[in-house]
């Protein structure tokens, strides 16, 4: 219905395509799982690799009123380029000394201060640019990363900000800090991360500081830990569709839809001898006489090398495997003698609703998370994206929370297959 058309028309090498409807109907599912919290979509690196202005863009019209990013320079260049209005609140956590305090403050940004360094920097950029910053304070809960230690640093931290807010110079608009292994539902970390976050929090409030939102939760949490959310869920990988791991679940078990798909256009198909060595070091050798698809990806695009002999790849309605080893710029399928014409469509990873594998499939295959695997697809891909949808938000029916997406079992495509779904 609303297949608003940048469909490439010429045929590319490879390509992302970025569904920017699955993207709005998974902030629609976020939110109505967090329904008392407001939502952030986290958009840092570049929205996870599918493009951090389109996705917030598209983020923000499905109801997220938050956008946070990493680094302060991602932030400001959100707050420049995405056209979103002055309302949208985008917080950037990752500072470290000499960075663009004043610029945020200008630009209206939300500061996450974990020390007190931060604190005097950020006090001196109020003071040069004549305005108050909003200011986040990060509470070390347990995650032992960024964020200020429980007990006497937090009272000084606490302490510090309060004096400088009754100055003017800034307001202290949130109070956060984030999980460890909220990824592995159960561990024991989670509680106690909770306890201390609520006894961290009502420290500050005793003394005084009226924060506008409280948080912790990402995307594990906000799908498993209703006690998690406060006033704001800051999710990420769940806003592109991805399970945060096999344990919490599979996204379809939460109504997720994968926003990327990776296509390669097949570079050449030859009949090769059984016994023929592929690719450098020669680790396939054909078990005999075959067919050979050369997908024109490699490490330099982001697929993992890591995936040597066990990637899948959907070409010609089966599920082929990487064979051999990735190189920089391609790799090779055994066609097990179909007969395919060059320029066929190769799936790497998509929604895994069409028979096609998916970035949790390719996390399995080279032994790592599926936020890695989306996020180092490289710039010489393309984004396309698809169904932008424009002034057309309110069409886009949200996917019910728990509907199963058709498997494989039974299709033609999973014959040929020797890696298994993962997560289901
Ligand atoms: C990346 C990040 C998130 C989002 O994590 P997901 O697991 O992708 O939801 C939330 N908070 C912080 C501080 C982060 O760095």
């Not at 939102?213 to 704001?232: E, G, K, M, W």
């Given at each position: 219905m609303n297949e608003t058309a940048t469909q490439p028309t010429a045929p590319l090498r490879a390509r992302a395509e970025i569904d920017l409807g699955a993207l709005r109907a998974n902030v629609r599912t976020l939110r109505a799982l967090a329904p008392g919290a407001a939502l952030m979509a986290v958009v840092k690196s570049d929205a996870y690799g599918h493009g951090a202005v389109p996705c917030a863009r598209a983020a923000v019209e499905a109801g997220a009123t938050w956008l946070g990013t990493a680094t302060p320079e991602?932030?400001?260049?959100?707050?420049?380029?995405?056209?979103?209005?002055?309302?949208?609140?985008?917080?950037?956590?990752?500072?470290?000394?000499?960075?663009?305090?004043?610029?945020?403050?200008?630009?209206?940004?939300?500061?996450?201060?974990?020390?007190?360094?931060?604190?005097?920097?950020?006090?001196?950029?109020?003071?040069?640019?004549?305005?108050?910053?909003?200011?986040?304070?990060?509470?070390?809960?347990?995650?032992?990363?960024?964020?200020?230690?429980?007990?006497?640093?937090?009272?000084?931290?606490?302490?510090?900000?309060?004096?400088?807010?009754?100055d003017g110079l800034l307001r202290i608009t949130?109070?956060?800090?984030?999980?460890?292994?909220?990824?592995?539902?159960?561990?024991?970390?989670?509680?106690?991360?909770?306890?201390?976050?609520?006894?961290?929090?009502?420290?500050?409030?005793?003394?005084?500081?009226?924060?506008?939102?409280?948080?912790?939760?990402?995307?594990?949490?906000?799908?498993?830990?209703?006690?998690?959310?406060?006033?704001?869920?800051?999710?990420?990988?769940?806003?592109?569709?991805?399970s945060p791991s096999p344990e919490v679940g599979s996204s379809a078990d939460f109504g997720l839809r994968p926003v990327m798909s990776l296509k390669a256009s097949v570079a050449l198909v030859k009949q090769v001898p059984g016994g023929h060595g592929v690719s450098y070091g020669h680790h396939y050798v054909t078990p005999g006489v075959t067919t050979l698809g050369l997908i024109p990806v490699g490490y330099a695009d982001g697929i993992p090398r890591h995936a040597s002999g066990t990637g899948p790849v959907l070409v010609g309605g089966k599920w082929r495997t990487v064979a051999g080893r990735v190189a920089m710029d391609q790799f090779v399928v055994d066609l097990g003698g179909d007969e395919l014409e060059a320029g066929a469509e190769a799936v790497l990873f998509g929604a895994g609703d069409h028979g096609e594998p998916t970035a949790e499939d390719w996390a399995q295959a080279a032994g790592t998370i599926a936020y890695e695997i989306v996020t180092r697809i490289g710039t010489r891909v393309p984004r396309v994206y698809v169904n932008e949808g424009v002034g057309e938000i309110a069409e886009i029916v949200p996917e019910v929370v728990g509907e199963v997406i058709p498997g494989y079992e039974g299709d033609d495509v999973a014959q040929g297959c020797d890696v298994k779904r993962s997560g289901t």
């Open positions: 991602e932030a400001l260049d959100l707050r420049a380029r995405a056209g979103l209005p002055d309302s949208v609140r985008i917080m950037c956590w990752l500072w470290t000394p000499g960075g663009p305090w004043r610029e945020a403050i200008e630009a209206d940004l939300d500061v996450s201060v974990s020390g007190m360094w931060a604190l005097e920097e950020v006090v001196a950029a109020a003071r040069a640019a004549g305005l108050p910053a909003r200011v986040q304070l990060k509470a070390d809960t347990g995650l032992g990363r960024n964020g200020c230690q429980p007990g006497d640093d937090w009272a000084e931290l606490v302490g510090g900000a309060l004096r400088v807010e009754a949130g109070l956060w800090s984030h999980l460890a292994c909220a990824d592995e539902p159960g561990h024991p970390s989670i509680d106690a991360q909770l306890a201390l976050f609520r006894e961290m929090v009502a420290y500050a409030e005793e003394r005084g500081v009226r924060a506008e939102v409280r948080h912790i939760a990402n995307s594990p949490a906000t799908l498993t830990r209703s006690d998690s959310h406060f006033d704001l869920v800051r999710t990420g990988i769940a806003v592109y569709g991805i």
